[in-house]
């Protein structure tokens, strides 16, 4: 794209155009994903969300750049900030899911009784599901790791504990706040 195409779409876009807005989608989503893929070195769905949240960004704060080489450059500092927001999200959650399935039992009664009940509902679970648990919560493996280890894809692993751990939820919700 010349440096003049590049600075009237941007303005366009800071001005609101939807049309330019589209355009901009158009031209730069593949490019976009490449780029994210070569960032984080992560599956197709990790990726496509850090697009989607570049995108949003651009929408919100663009302004016109003078040459495509700078809105390049701008685009993949957004990306590289996303990407890095997205892999912290994620840490966070994992950390929390983590502390909620296998966090220490205190001395409470309760918290036993919980961390018990918990165990026993983990125990049901296909026992395909149950490895994938404790490789991942307590023995700590990354995704990477489990992946290479098991033969499966990181998505497929990513799905399966996150499909689990959202029963495991809805069922500890069912079991204590009734």
Same mark, same amino acid.
């Given at each position: 794209?010349?440096?003049?195409?590049?600075? $009237? #779409?941007?303005?366009?876009? &800071? /001005?609101? =155009?939807?049309?330019?807005? *589209?355009?901009?989608? !158009?031209?730069?989503?593949?490019?976009?994903?490449?780029?994210?893929?070569?960032?984080?070195?992560?599956?197709?769905?990790?990726?496509?969300?850090?697009?989607?949240?570049?995108?949003?960004?651009?929408?919100?704060?663009?302004?016109?750049?003078?040459?495509?080489?700078?809105?390049?450059?701008?685009? $993949? #500092?957004?990306?590289?900030? &996303? /990407?890095? =927001?997205?892999?912290?999200? *994620?840490?966070?959650? !994992?950390?929390?899911?983590?502390?909620?399935?296998?966090?220490?039992?205190?001395?409470?009664?309760?918290?036993?009784?919980?961390?018990?009940?918990?165990?026993?509902?983990?125990?049901?679970?296909?026992?395909?599901?149950?490895?994938?648990?404790?490789?991942?919560?307590?023995?700590?493996?990354?995704?990477?790791?489990?992946?290479?280890?098991?033969?499966?894809?990181?998505?497929?692993?990513?799905?399966?504990? !996150?499909?689990?751990?959202?029963?495991?939820?809805?069922?500890?919700?069912?079991?204590?706040?009734?």
């Amino acid at each position: 794209m010349s440096d003049d195409a590049t600075e $009237k #779409l941007t303005a366009a876009m &800071a /001005a609101g =155009d939807e049309r330019a807005v *589209e355009r901009f989608y !158009r031209l730069y989503f593949d490019w976009l994903l490449a780029q994210a893929r070569r960032c984080t070195g992560r599956d197709e769905a990790f990726c496509l969300d850090v697009v989607q949240d570049v995108v949003l960004r651009v929408m919100r704060i663009v302004r016109p750049a003078k040459c495509e080489a700078q809105l390049r450059g701008w685009l $993949k #500092l957004l990306l590289q900030t &996303a /990407a890095c =927001d997205r892999i912290r999200s *994620e840490s966070r959650r !994992r950390k929390r899911e983590s502390a909620a399935i296998i966090g220490q039992a205190s001395a409470n009664d309760e918290d036993e009784s919980r961390l018990h009940w918990i165990q026993e509902q983990i125990a049901k679970f296909d026992p395909e599901l149950v490895r994938l648990i404790d490789l991942r919560f307590q023995r700590g493996w990354t995704l990477r790791r489990i992946s290479e280890s098991l033969g499966l894809s990181i998505g497929t692993i990513d799905g399966r504990l !996150r499909r689990a751990l959202s029963d495991l939820r809805l069922q500890a919700m069912d079991q204590w706040h009734d």
